[in-house]
């Protein structure tokens, strides 16, 4: 886990803000750039991801920026919704081989109403 | 439902004890992983197969614990002589391979705790 770092640890915003986290990570044979959502009792679900190849992707409220020169990507949650409230992993990924997701420590989102 | 399963939900085991998880994935799918999540910490890799073989372990999966995946199926993940460090979610996903991109499903977990 120490290749990708995860920031911030918990993150409170309020209805309707923008949401931001983001994780940096050490290892360059990354090449797919996924986050994960969790909820309580649940297991993580994808949520949103990214190619190394693309700078930016949207869908719809979620959008992530990728850096590659910095070994960085963020997630944005637009317009955050209560039930956004969830904790969030960055999850990247080395393709072909096992493809194991290597996980940051999450960040805990709280969308107060 | 024929998203991935698994059972228990939960087991409360006292130290010394083994312990056995079951892990249904979603049907086509043809690998199978197992991660294990420790509170506030995200899930880290435990081992995968492809079909029946189990293709890689990680070095937190000490001679304590055994997985299989017999007919390519379901698998079963057993942790012999339990310690307290073993409690933790272990979590299951499944994927279908080759695919680009590899999208895991995870089951919602079968939590551990070790008296």
């Known amino acids: 886990q120490q290749q990708v770092k995860q920031s911030p640890q918990s993150l409170i915003v309020q209805k309707g803000g923008i949401s931001i986290i983001n994780c940096a990570y050490e290892n360059t044979a990354f090449d797919y750039f996924p986050w994960y959502q969790q909820f309580p009792g649940k297991g993580p679900a994808l949520l949103i991801a990214?190619?190394?190849?693309?700078s930016e992707k949207k869908e719809g409220r979620f959008t992530i920026s990728f850096n590659k020169s910095a070994k960085q990507f963020s997630l944005h949650i637009m317009d955050s919704q209560p039930g956004d409230s969830a904790t969030y992993f960055c999850?990247?990924?080395?393709?072909?081989?096992?493809?194991?997701?290597?996980f940051g420590k999450g960040t805990k989102l709280t969308v107060n109403p | 439902d024929t998203g991935v399963s698994q059972d228990p939900r939960h087991k409360i085991t006292k130290r010394g004890q083994n312990v056995t998880f079951r892990c249904d994935p979603i049907s086509e799918h043809n690998r199978l992983y197992w991660y294990r999540q420790t509170l506030g910490q995200g899930p880290e890799f435990l081992t995968y197969f492809q079909n029946e073989a189990q293709l890689e372990k990680s070095r937190l999966l000490s001679d304590r614990f055994s997985a299989e995946r017999p007919k390519g199926s379901f698998s079963t993940l057993e942790i012999q002589r339990t310690e307290q460090g073993d409690s933790a979610m272990y979590l299951c996903?499944?994927?279908?391979?080759?695919?680009?991109?590899?999208?895991?499903?995870f089951g919602p977990g079968t939590r551990l705790t070790v008296l």
């Open positions: 999850a990247p990924i080395t393709q072909g081989g096992s493809e194991k997701l290597v």
């Open positions: 990214i190619r190394p190849d693309v």
């Open positions: 996903a499944s994927s279908l391979a080759p695919a680009l991109p590899n999208e895991q499903f």
